[in-house]
């Protein structure tokens, strides 16, 4: 692994393939982690009571991290909560302007 340069994509994928082992199960089951890039690992919560607390835990977090999967691979988070439907888009979606005063 050394000699071929893949510590550290091993421990980027010790993050997303064992999530629950590094954070634990209360947690995990509460979260997942969406995307790491220079070392900040983006997590959705499941609600944004979720997300702050995360947000709360994110010291100890960092430092179970660091212990599962060692130093420098993740060095910030970035929480956040689940995203929001989108009402631009989609089946319902009215063109134009939509419905507006019909009476007059």
């Known amino acids: 692994m050394r000699a071929r340069g893949w510590e550290k994509p091993k421990a980027e994928a010790t993050v997303f393939g064992s999530w629950e082992k590094v954070v634990g ?3 995990a089951a509460h979260s997942r982690p969406v995307r790491l890039e220079g070392g900040v690992l983006t997590v959705e919560a499941e609600s944004t009571a ?3 607390q995360l947000r709360l835990l994110a010291a100890t ?3 179970k991290i660091a212990g599962e ?3 420098n691979v993740v060095t910030r988070l970035n929480i956040h909560g689940p995203a929001a439907p989108s009402w631009s ?3 319902r979606r009215v063109q134009g302007r939509g419905p507006r005063d019909t009476y007059g």
Request: proline share 13%; aromatic share 6%.
């Open 25 to 27: 199960p209360d947690i």
């Open 50 to 52: 979720w997300a702050t």
């Open 61 to 63: 977090l960092l430092r």
């Open 69 to 71: 999967v060692g130093n």
């Open 89 to 91: 888009r989609g089946p």
